[in-house]
């Protein structure tokens, strides 16, 4: 009679691989909203007038 008490193994195997498919569609479903909808967009940063941003990579001989 203990053999009734307790799930088959294939059922607790199948319970598994769907609790592991749920949450992998989760997070794929998660990751393509965030993707796909981001709104989000960082300030820019202000243009640079000094330093080496603006040096010629030619070197110029004088």
């Known amino acids: 009679m203990d053999n ?3 799930p088959k193994f294939w059922v607790t195997v ?3 691989v ?3 498919v749920v949450l992998i569609v989760l997070i794929g479903l998660g990751l393509y909203y965030t993707a ?4 989000y967009e960082p ?3 202000p243009p640079d007038t000094w330093g080496i ?3 010629s990579p030619i ?3 004088q």
Do not use: W
Request: glycine letters at 4%; hydrophobic letters at 35%; proline letters at 0%.
């Open 36 to 39: 796909k909808f981001n709104t």
């Open 59 to 61: 070197f110029k001989r």
């Open 4 to 6: 009734d008490k307790e």
């Open 18 to 20: 769907l609790g592991a």
């Open 14 to 16: 199948l319970k598994l």
């Open 43 to 45: 300030e820019a940063a």
């Open 53 to 55: 941003s603006k040096d």
